[in-house]
């Protein structure tokens, strides 16, 4: 059964850090990876998606890393804003589904 | 121009009641989803249907159960409401068929409170 797991549940930064968000997951044959964003009383919106054959995707001040081998994922934050503070959810998909983990909770103080 | 909506936004009801979430996409796509977010803020699909055939039913109570009039509209009708059922139910929409999905598109979400 797959499991993914993120770490830390919660991070608070002040502005202009730059962070790390890991993601975990316990089966390696995933179709792709995916980071989304969800704010608070909103919808997810997908950030960043790794296909299984990719090691990396970026997309403005955001890096996603793929290490299927290890079962690991990180989503860099470069130059953090009070704006991206928001719950960032990693999820794999197999089988047609997205196995999400419980989102790492992030604040980012001015 | 919204492209993944639900109705209602907000739902409080009664223990016992039966009620239902509407979801309709725009986008065209032919695979939906339903997901629970409970109160720890968990997400867990529920079901899945494509081109109006339901092809994913996770381990979801047989009170839950989700309509495809067409392939644009995925409701979720809930009988006999528990206070467990109290969560955020998203709907979402894929433009790739089942197995191989991609992006999903996510709608805004409905808050469920069973008092």
């Known amino acids: 059964k797959q499991e993914v797991t993120q770490i830390p549940a919660a991070l608070s930064v002040p502005e202009g850090e730059n962070l790390v968000l890991n993601c975990s997951f316990t089966?390696?044959?995933?179709?792709?990876l995916q980071w989304f964003r969800q704010d608070p009383g909103k919808g997810l919106t997908s950030l960043l998606l790794i296909q299984s054959s990719q090691r990396e995707q970026t997309s403005g001040r955001l890096n996603a890393s793929l290490d299927k081998s290890s079962g690991r994922s990180t989503l860099y934050i470069a130059a953090s804003q009070p704006g991206d503070s928001a719950t960032y959810l990693c999820a794999v998909t197999r089988g047609g589904k997205l196995i999400f983990g419980q989102g790492t909770e992030l604040s980012v103080k001015p | 121009d919204t492209a993944v909506s639900q109705t209602p936004k907000y739902l409080v009801t009664q223990m016992g009641n039966d009620k239902s979430i509407k979801c309709e996409q725009n986008?065209?796509?032919?695979?939906m989803y339903w997901y629970k977010q409970d109160s720890k803020k968990f997400l867990k699909i529920m079901f899945s249907y494509n081109n109006k055939e339901l092809i994913i039913n996770e381990t979801v109570p047989n009170r839950f159960s989700p309509k495809s009039p067409d392939k644009a509209h995925l409701n979720l009708h809930i009988n006999s409401l528990e206070l467990g059922d109290s969560a955020v139910y998203f709907c979402?929409?894929?433009?790739?068929?089942?197995?191989?999905?991609?992006?999903?598109?996510f709608g805004p979400g409905t808050r469920l409170t069973v008092l």
């Open positions: 979402a929409s894929s433009p790739e068929t089942y197995p191989n999905t991609d992006t999903q598109y």
């Open positions: 089966d390696s044959a995933i179709y792709n």
């Open positions: 986008l065209g796509h032919d695979t």
